[in-house]
């Protein structure tokens, strides 16, 4: 998601790489990010806090205690982005401390950003100035829509927009399967469904219309389409994604959980 943000800001001119500094543990990755743009590299988490003013903290749940307590010195008057699932305002605080003055936003982005269509949500609770919060805004609405969202729904921003893309990938693949069941060529299977699904949610983002009034628009009397709806109706179909939502709620919630217990030990 690092490398996404970044992609994003460098093609809308928002940010330049000159003027970006990166770092990861991970050697292969710092390669790959510096081969791609001439970015600044620093040689610490530690470096990275005291040169910059804006910080995206863009790893992973397990990891960022180790990294937040790591920086925590180095982070008085500094912007401080997090991107992480199951941590919290309250939790990114406490770590920090809420004494050093940094200004604390806890961000949600999707996949999707890579290909500058994503969904991100920012926490409506944040100690950010309103200032810093609209260029935050700016920034993420170079990778697609951006959302201001309260933190007591944010499990379900993770469900909606965080994870949602695999299951959107799944009902692709199984369009695709279903099309070469019948003949059709994978490749051209896999570009049908593919655009049949990014354009149903282009319009359903366009006209502003309902799924639901758009659903049966398609449904003509007597028609295939309606056949097609009856067979997901039969499956569960709604019910089952439902489900799963409430699945992924429910493991952010654990997570969040875990994450807190391993905090105040």
């Not at 600044?40 to 530690?46: F, K, R």
């Not at 260029?135 to 829509?145: I, M, Q, V």
Request: hydrophobic share 45%.
């Amino acid at each position: 998601m690092g490398g996404a943000i970044m992609k994003g800001a460098f093609q809308k001119g928002f940010l330049k790489p000159y003027e970006t500094m990166v770092y990861d543990v991970s050697e292969q990755q710092l390669a790959a990010l510096t081969a791609a743009y001439p970015v600044q590299v620093a040689e610490s988490n530690i470096h990275l806090a005291k040169e910059c003013e804006w910080i995206i903290l863009a790893v992973k749940p397990i990891y960022m205690r180790g990294v937040l307590e790591e920086i925590q010195k180095y982070t008085r008057n500094k912007k401080i982005i997090s991107i992480a699932a199951g941590w919290s305002m309250d939790m990114l605080f406490d770590v920090l401390g809420r004494e050093n003055s940094a200004q604390v936003l806890r961000v949600m982005p999707n996949t999707p950003a890579l290909v500058g269509a994503g969904c991100t949500a920012l926490c409506e609770e944040t100690s950010f100035t309103k200032a810093s919060l609209a260029w935050a805004r700016d920034l993420f609405a170079t990778l697609g829509l951006v959302l201001i969202v309260p933190e007591r729904l944010f499990d379900a921003v993770v469900a909606v927009s965080g994870s949602s893309p695999a299951y959107v990938f799944m009902f692709i693949e199984a369009m695709a399967d279903g099309a070469v069941k019948q003949g059709m060529p994978r490749k051209q299977a896999i570009q049908a469904a593919a655009q049949a699904v990014m354009g149903s949610a282009k319009m359903v983002l366009e006209t502003g219309e309902h799924p639901a009034v758009l659903k049966d628009n398609v449904c003509s009397p007597g028609g295939t389409t309606i056949e097609a709806v009856e067979a997901l109706e039969k499956g569960n179909f709604r019910g089952t994604v439902m489900q799963a939502m409430e699945a992924c709620v429910k493991k952010n919630q654990r997570m969040t959980m875990a994450s807190d217990r391993r905090r105040k030990l």
